[in-house]
């Protein structure tokens, strides 16, 4: 069936280091893409989405492109900093007109001063 | 806005007894979500209300039902809870559900334990 799989953790930088989270998904339809975060004892906020091939979705100085050849969506940001510790979670929908979502198992970032 | 809310924060069970987990929105979202996290297994949808009167299963529904009370409110029932489903719960909503490209916002989560 459809499926997520992102890099395991947890994953563990210093402060300006620069952090990638790889995510592939499964090809059927045509997806939308997300990166959604969980802060510490918090729900889930989304972060950033593409919606189509080779779209680039960016927030808070995270990027990542939808490829469609390699059927990834990987996560990148150039210069950590502490704030940015929290698990951040891959996701594709369905596919289509259909808003339900598929989930990965998430990536525990911490970022050291 | 509150945006998502949920009660209660924190609920601590014995097996086999009942509870609700009550979720509400105040964005004037059409669909309605409630998902579990586990430890290593991401978000797993439990049921879903795509618009205001209609309700309909996700990837694990065992054990639970849902009523979607009006447009604002979502709840998520246990009947006779075990402690397989001692886990977090989030409820979440978007604009449309319809709507592939549509966010979700979520609430900060049921810390629930079964005992």
């Known amino acids: 069936g459809d499926s997520v799989t992102q890099m395991e953790g947890p994953v563990t930088l210093s402060e300006e280091a620069f952090l990638t989270i790889n995510c592939t998904y499964t090809a059927t339809g045509y997806p939308s893409l997300f990166w959604y975060v969980q802060y510490p004892g918090e729900g889930l906020q989304l972060l950033l989405k593409a919606t189509k091939a080779d779209d680039k979705g960016s927030n808070k100085g995270f990027e990542a492109t939808y490829r469609k050849e390699t059927t990834s969506f990987h996560l990148e940001k150039g210069s950590v900093q502490v704030s940015d510790s929290a698990v951040y979670f891959c996701?594709?929908?369905?596919?289509?007109?259909?808003?339900?979502?598929?989930f990965g198992k998430g990536t525990k970032l911490s970022v050291k001063p | 806005n509150a945006g998502v809310t949920q009660t209660p924060k924190f609920q601590v069970l014995k097996t086999g007894q009942s509870m609700t987990l009550q979720c509400a929105q105040d964005?004037?979202?059409?669909?309605m979500y409630w998902y579990r996290q586990d430890p290593g297994m991401g978000l797993r949808l439990i049921y879903y209300?795509?618009?205001?009167?209609?309700?309909d299963k996700g990837e694990v529904p065992n054990g639970y039902n849902v009523s979607r009370l009006n447009k604002r409110e979502f709840s998520l029932r246990l009947e006779s809870a075990a402690p397989s489903q001692t886990s977090v719960y989030f409820c979440a909503s978007s604009e449309f559900g319809g709507r592939g490209t549509d966010t979700q916002y979520f609430g900060p989560g049921t810390r629930l334990t079964v005992l």
């Open positions: 964005m004037n979202h059409n669909s």
């Open positions: 996701a594709r929908n369905y596919g289509g007109s259909q808003g339900n979502l598929i």
């Open positions: 209300s795509a618009s205001e009167g209609t309700t």
